[in-house]
């Protein structure tokens, strides 16, 4: 198991984007992007599961992971690397009936859900919303970057910061020590993804420097 030293950089998460979902993978696979998920919610099935086996065949070999959100079904037929469930989705014991040794991501937004998903031994958890955010349909209070700083002390696997997080605030989030940040608005809502997602990464790989030639 990874441990939450150990980033993901940024996590992009496709939800509605401007650009075609490939394009968007396509581009994740040249700039070396570990993480991607596809949470669309508003598509049917048969669309959902289209889309994931599209992405499947951009991703698949090479250092993209493609993570399915919610949906443990369509991520065992796209052949998927990780299921991204969240507390109001099936639970993690059910999911892995479903998905066998696939790697879980579990959603938690206060440190009592934090403390209690590490229990249930997930391959990484994300953590927020730290910033309010209008992205999801019903938005969880934001947690901010205090509570965010104590769930990185003591969580055992990789912490995904999320909600509400663009390049002006992002300085907050990455002095906490976060590694792994997921972006959603900032990235989908523009059709210069590449250049924003690289701007980011760059961001993100100052931090890691600065903090590993600190001390």
Known sequence: MENNHEGFG????????TLPHSIIAEQCVKLGIKML????????????????????????????????NDRPDIAVLCDADYLHIG???????????????????????????????LRKNPDYI????????????????????????????FSTVPVVAIGGIFPENIDQVLQTGAQNIAMVRYLMQTEFFTECAKMMMDKIKSYEYSTSTCC
Do not use: W
């Not at 940024?10 to 984007?17: A, E, G, H, K, Q």
């Not at 309010?132 to 349909?137: I, L, R, V």
């Open 10 to 17: 940024l996590y992009v998460i496709i939800t509605r984007p």
């Open 37 to 68: 998920q596809l949470r669309e919610k508003h598509l049917d099935d048969r669309q959902l599961l289209r889309v994931a086996r599209e992405l499947r065949s951009i991703t698949k070999g090479t250092r993209t992971k493609l993570v399915i």
């Open 87 to 117: 507390q109001d989705d099936i639970s993690i014991e059910d999911a892995r009936c479903i998905v066998g040794n696939m790697k879980i991501g579990l959603s938690t937004h206060s440190v009592s859900q934090a403390k209690e998903a």
């Open 126 to 153: 994300g953590f927020g919303p730290i910033h309010q955010t209008n992205a999801k349909a019903k938005p969880d209070a934001p947690v901010g970057t205090n509570q965010l700083k104590q769930v990185l002390s």
